[in-house]
């Protein structure tokens, strides 16, 4: 599948770093000369925290956990359980309750809203946090710290509605159908039915209607199996391993046929309703007709089509199983592979090694496998100026112990010969399993797992996002278990780790940043 480079929700920058430490922006604060500036203050805090994360008296201590029967969830502060009908908040000491909605209809996905602070909107509840939630025929806007229903949209009567995704992270998003499949009746009846799925797209401040379009196969092939909409691109993919992509302004300007608003009422083919209420719902008032033109294509082998860097380009594997294992980085203006742009890691194992765009905007690819974990940059090559070649920014690697010896003696007395190689992570072996981005302090936390006592034991180790150094390596209590699921939070002060037990049941702990007192 194609994606851009994976983002956050988007958060108020920090402002500008200064080289000051910790005590001197104490004293300044203190003082009352510190900047005014929302952004620059916030900044200095940031880096006070830092500073007081990195001591070696500081660590990070287990303050609460809590069983869940589906799946956990976090953002921006919020851990979200009973797919999200009961929502804790982190920012506490340990976390609280902040509310629990009654059980009616499925909640199938959720968006977290934050307003940025330099807009102004005509509704107070607005400039507040709020969760959109999805159903499979309801659009909620709840509040993000009271779970109270601020708004509804009905979405159709007729259709099912499965998940929501940003186009433009905090300004746009859209919302996804179920996939129209063929019925008995209509194979039996030999009709084709062309339409694979909708989409219906919304701006966010404040909620409002942009449009809704069909995703046909008479117009896009065929073999069209997938769709999402990111940064103003309409991305179809293909069973034949193939995406295309196209611009959704010029969708727009084409092929809506009315501009419509929620609460209008409005006249669609006959049919009457407002814009956004039962029975009405959302219609269709984006027709295409015809294939719009296709801004990019490509055929990939595997993990599909990534785009990003400075200046642009796309890393994609080549179709054709010579490439399997590799990593093609190439420029989006003309297809032209870079320098150095064959990417690939050589090791035995039983994970495969994974590439994405630095999510911290800096243009850089992070490609990371079990033992290795390399920044990249994309340059400008000294010898052409519109050629770019692929240069190691720098490299972290896990501890290894190549002096595993190949024979080794029972208390017994036997003696055991190995004869195979261990592989790269290999259970006795440090190995990489996660690598996140901590944006507002700075900080690479990786996931490091080790086996002790045939028990999987891991450690977040934070890592300076500008070189690489090892600057923390934070204990996790749990057991790691690599045949189950696990996913790491690293938000400011604040650890979470969801974990898939045997029991097919999710269990989530919070850590919590605190300072060692003398006596300990």
Not at 141 to 170: I, N, P
Request: net charge neutral.
């Amino acid at each position: 599948m194609w994606a851009l480079p994976a983002r956050r929700a988007q958060r108020h920058h920090a402002g500008i770093r200064t080289s000051k430490n910790s005590c001197n922006l104490l004293y300044s604060r203190s003082n009352g000369t510190s900047s005014n500036d929302i952004g620059k203050l916030l900044g200095s805090n940031l880096k006070i925290l830092r500073n007081i994360m990195l001591q070696d008296d500081t660590e990070f201590i287990k303050v609460w956990s809590k069983t869940s029967k589906s799946l956990v969830f976090y953002e921006s502060g919020w851990i979200y359980f009973d797919n999200y009908r009961c929502c804790y908040s982190s920012l506490l000491p340990q976390p609280e309750l902040l509310y629990r909605l009654p059980k009616t209809e499925k909640i199938e996905d959720a968006l977290l809203c934050q307003c940025p602070l330099d807009t102004v909107l005509p509704k107070a509840s607005d400039q507040k946090p709020f969760l959109l939630a999805l159903t499979k025929d309801w659009l909620y806007r709840l509040s993000a710290e009271t779970g109270k229903t601020l708004e509804h949209v009905y979405l159709s009567s007729h259709l099912k509605f499965r998940s929501l995704g940003w186009d433009s992270c905090q300004e746009t998003f859209y919302v996804k159908s179920t996939q129209n499949k063929q019925t008995v009746l209509e194979r039996q009846a030999c009709v084709d039915n062309d339409i694979l799925m909708r989409l219906a797209i919304f701006q966010v401040f404040p909620l409002d209607f942009v449009g809704m379009l069909e995703i046909s196969k008479k117009i896009f092939g065929k073999t069209a199996v997938d769709v999402l909409l990111s940064q103003g691109v309409l991305a179809i993919s293909h069973s034949s391993k193939h995406v295309k992509l196209y611009s959704f302004e010029y969708i727009l300007e084409k092929f809506r046929v009315e501009k419509l608003s929620l609460g209008q009422q409005c006249d669609i083919n006959g049919v009457k309703g407002i814009v956004g209420e039962a029975p009405f719902g959302i219609p269709v008032n984006i027709h295409i007709h015809e294939c719009p033109p296709v801004l990019f294509e490509m055929s990939y082998l595997e993990s599909g089509v990534q785009i990003g860097g400075h200046p642009w380009h796309y890393i994609y594997t080549p179709n054709h199983k010579r490439h399997t294992g590799t990593h093609h980085i190439c420029s989006i203006t003309d297809g032209t592979l870079a320098k150095n742009g064959v990417q690939e890691m050589r090791f035995d194992s039983l994970e495969a090694d994974w590439i994405f765009f630095h999510p911290d905007d800096s243009g850089r690819i992070v490609h990371a496998g079990p033992s290795t974990i390399n920044v990249l940059k994309i340059m400008a090559d000294p010898g052409c100026d519109w050629k770019y070649e692929i240069v190691a920014d720098f490299s972290i690697t896990a501890a290894r112990d190549n002096n595993v010896p190949a024979v080794t003696v029972t208390s017994s007395g036997r003696t055991v010969r190995r004869r195979f190689q261990l592989l790269d992570d290999d259970p006795g072996q440090e190995t990489f399993r996660m690598v996140k981005y901590e944006d507002e302090i700075d900080l690479l936390a990786v996931v490091e797992i080790t086996d002790t006592e045939n028990e999987g034991q891991a450690h977040l180790r934070l890592h300076d996002n500008k070189n690489g150094l090892l600057m923390k390596r934070v204990p996790l209590k749990e057991p790691w278990d690599v045949t189950y699921s696990h996913e790491v939070y690293f938000d400011r002060d604040t650890i979470i780790h969801t974990v898939q037990d045997k029991s097919n049941t999710f269990s989530c702990h919070v850590y919590k940043m605190k300072r060692r007192s003398d006596e300990s």
